[in-house]
C-alpha cells in the first residue's frame, strides 16, 4: 500500500484511511471491532473520528464512536496506528453540536476539553492529527492556533489540521501560523468525489503550494456513488432519513441526491463495468490518484462492505479511464442540480 506525508509533519499513512462515524448508529460495538481488524489486516493503520460521532450526532450517542475505537486501541500496539480526530467547531450552520451546551467555540477552553474528553474516550494519552471539525469565523484563528499550538507543545497532539475550510480560512490560518510562529495545519479534510470536485478550484492549488494534505471524505458521496440511490430512496440510508429530519438535512440529502447525480453517478457505473471493478472501487482508487491527496477516507457499516474498497489499495486507473471520467464530470459540473 502506498504510504504519503500529512504535509510537514511527521505522519505518514496509507493512502487509505478508515472512517468511523457509523460506528454506535449503522454498526454496533462488534461490527465496528469486525471493521477495524479487517482495516488493520489490509494494511491500512489509519483511523478517523470525531467527539461528536457517530452522525446523525443524537446527544445520547454522542461520544459512542471514540469510546469503540479507544476499546479497540487497548488492544493494539499503540505506536503502529495513526488516529485522527476532531474538535467540532460551531457545525457551520448546518446543525448545532449537542456537547457543552450547544457552545462549542473554537476558544482554548472548549478546545482544551474536548481534547481531553476524547483522550479519555480513546484510552490513550497522545493524538497523531488533531482537526478543527467545522471552522470559526467569528473567533480570531490565531487564538485556535495558539490552543492547537499549545497541545503539540504538551505532547497531547502530534499534529493539526482542518475540515470543512474554504480557500481564504485555510491560507488566513497558514499566515497566521507564519508571522506568529504557530503550529500550522498540515491536512484539511474536506468533501472531494466524482460527484463533487469543487476541491479542484482552488483549494487543490493551495494544498500544493503550501505542502497541505487533503484527507478526503465522502468518496462515495454520501453513498450515492454506490448506486444504491438510483432507483430511489432506500430505507435505512442516510439521506432517506435526511429527509424526513430538519430542514438542513433535507437540503443536504437533496444536494446529494437529484436527478444530475444520479445520472452521473449511472455514467460512472457504466465506466467501472466497463473495466471490471465495481463502482466503489472506482470511486476511491480515483480519489487517492490525486497528488494533493495524503489518505482517502472511506467508511462502512459492515465488515461486508470492505471488499469492494480494498480492491482499491493497489489499483492505478488509466489514463483512458481518466479521461472517460474528466468527460462526465464536464457533463454534470459541480454544483449538480
Given amino acids: 500500500m502506498q504510504k504519503n506525508r500529512l504535509g510537514k509533519s511527521s505522519l505518514v499513512v496509507p493512502d487509505i484511511c478508515m472512517g468511523t462515524m457509523t460506528f454506535g448508529s449503522q454498526a454496533d460495538e462488534a461490527m465496528s471491532m469486525r471493521i477495524m481488524d479487517a482495516s488493520l489486516e489490509a494494511g491500512i493503520n489509519f483511523f478517523?473520528?470525531?467527539?461528536?460521532?457517530?452522525?446523525?450526532?443524537d446527544i445520547k450517542w454522542?461520544?459512542?464512536?471514540?469510546?469503540?475505537?479507544?476499546?479497540?486501541?487497548?488492544?493494539?500496539?499503540?505506536?503502529?496506528?495513526?488516529i485522527a480526530t476532531k474538535v467540532a467547531g460551531p457545525g457551520h450552520t448546518w446543525f448545532v453540536p449537542p456537547l457543552r451546551g450547544g457552545n462549542t467555540a473554537l476558544?482554548?477552553?472548549?478546545?482544551?476539553?474536548?481534547?481531553?474528553?476524547s483522550l479519555k474516550k480513546l484510552k490513550t494519552d497522545y493524538i497523531d492529527l488533531y482537526q478543527t471539525h467545522w471552522p470559526d469565523p467569528d473567533y480570531p484563528i490565531e487564538e485556535t492556533l495558539r490552543a492547537l499550538d499549545d497541545l503539540i507543545r504538551d505532547g497531547k497532539v502530534r499534529a493539526i489540521g482542518c475540515s470543512n475550510e474554504n480557500a481564504w480560512g485555510l491560507m488566513k490560518s497558514l499566515w497566521q501560523s507564519d508571522v506568529n510562529g504557530l503550529a500550522r495545519?498540515?491536512?484539511?479534510?474536506?468533501?472531494f468525489s466524482l460527484n463533487n470536485r469543487r476541491f479542484e478550484d482552488e483549494l487543490a492549488n493551495i494544498c500544493r503550494r503550501e505542502n497541505v494534505s487533503l484527507i478526503p471524505y465522502s468518496p462515495l458521496a454520501g453513498g450515492v456513488l454506490s448506486g444504491k440511490y438510483?432507483?430511489?430512496?432506500?430505507?435505512?440510508?442516510?439521506?432517506?432519513?435526511?429527509?424526513?429530519?430538519?430542514?438542513?438535512?433535507?437540503?443536504?440529502?437533496k444536494r446529494f441526491v437529484n436527478d444530475a447525480t444520479i445520472a452521473s453517478t449511472k455514467r460512472f457505473m457504466e465506466i467501472a463495468r466497463d473495466i471490471g471493478i465495481s463502482p466503489i472501487t472506482l470511486a476511491t482508487a480515483w480519489s487517492k490518484q490525486h497528488d494533493f491527496v495524503a489518505s482517502t477516507i472511506v467508511g462502512a457499516s459492515h465488515v461486508d462492505q470492505l471488499d469492494e474498497i480494498f480492491a482499491a489499495i493497489d489499483l492505478t486507473l488509466n489514463e483512458e479511464t481518466l479521461k472517460a471520467i474528466d468527460a462526465v464530470s464536464a457533463e454534470f459540473p459541480y454544483p449538480m442540480g
Avoid at 476558544?107 to 474528553?117: L, P, Q, R, Y
Fill in 62 to 82: 454522542v461520544g459512542k464512536t471514540e469510546e469503540f475505537v479507544g476499546k479497540w486501541l487497548a488492544t493494539k500496539p499503540r505506536d503502529h496506528i495513526i
Fill in 48 to 57: 478517523d473520528t470525531a467527539e461528536m460521532y457517530p452522525v446523525p450526532p
Fill in 185 to 191: 495545519f498540515d491536512t484539511i479534510q474536506n468533501n
Fill in 107 to 117: 476558544d482554548k477552553n472548549h478546545i482544551v476539553a474536548a481534547v481531553e474528553g
Fill in 230 to 253: 438510483n432507483d430511489g430512496f432506500p430505507e435505512g440510508a442516510r439521506f432517506t432519513d435526511y429527509q424526513n429530519a430538519g430542514p438542513r438535512q433535507q437540503v443536504m440529502a
